[in-house]
């Protein structure tokens, strides 16, 4: 166990819907960092939040956003899907803002899009 | 940018056998290296990281050592067994301050298999 917690585990959905992908990052990580996997792209970066605020964006959809509640756990949420969203979608955390002692990662959410 | 370029796999082997998994990369300054490894159906964990040239990072029998002359960061084990059997990725986090180096880039991944 990483201590990064995703759910859910795996998720199939229709054409046309909307999502939302939950991550609690490790006890003491401020930083929750959003990754998409799939075969074709490998690992793109979408987006990080520290300490509830939004940091840096990356390869993200309009489709797409996220959030880091109080609490410090974080939702990404997938609207208007398309069959091209379905990949692994994992949710890291770090203590600080950079990434040079790199992430601790989650299990992962797997999204079929049918 | 930054890019990472590692060999493409797959990488199959006989346990016991000799391990190397090529990794160069693209980067302004002195960014930080990592591999990391998934396997089957779990996320990704940090195998090893190195933060600066010459820097040699080891776990679990792997190794890599940061070379800045030839921007590498090959992974080595000397005798692989079945349970490494997994997908290895070189990463590198940004060097400079700012929003340069929030992020870690991952290379395409290689699959490597061990048989017995």
């Known amino acids: 166990d990483s201590g990064v917690t995703q759910t859910p585990k795996h998720l199939i959905t229709a054409t046309g819907q909307r999502v939302t992908l939950r991550c609690s990052p490790r006890?003491?990580?401020?930083?929750v960092y959003w990754y998409q996997q799939s075969l074709d792209q490998g690992l793109q970066f979408l987006i990080q939040y520290y300490n509830g605020e939004e940091r840096a964006k990356g390869n993200i959809l309009e489709r797409f956003s996220a959030q880091q509640f109080p609490d410090l756990h974080s939702e990404l949420n997938l609207s208007s899907l398309e069959l091209g969203d379905s990949a692994l979608y994992f949710c890291?955390?770090?203590?600080?803002?950079?990434?040079?002692?790199?992430?601790?990662f989650g299990s992962g959410t797997r999204l079929t899009v049918v | 940018g930054n890019s990472v370029t590692q060999m493409e796999g797959p990488v199959t082997l006989s346990e016991e056998a000799f391990l190397t998994i090529n990794c160069t990369y693209t980067?302004?300054?002195?960014?930080?290296l990592f591999w990391y490894v998934q396997y089957p159906g779990e996320g990704l964990q940090l195998l090893l990281k190195?933060?600066?040239?010459?820097d040699k990072g080891s776990n679990k029998g792997f190794e890599a050592t940061y070379r800045k002359e030839t921007t590498s960061f090959h992974l080595e084990k000397g005798s692989v067994q079945v349970s490494d059997s997994a997908v290895y990725f070189c990463a590198l986090s940004g060097a400079g301050s700012g929003g340069s180096n929030y992020k870690l880039t991952f290379g395409k991944g290689t699959l490597l298999t061990v048989n017995p």
């Open positions: 890291a955390s770090s203590v600080a803002t950079a990434a040079n002692y790199g992430y601790t």
């Open positions: 190195a933060t600066k040239a010459d």
């Open positions: 006890s003491g990580d401020l930083s």
């Open positions: 980067a302004t300054g002195y960014p930080s």
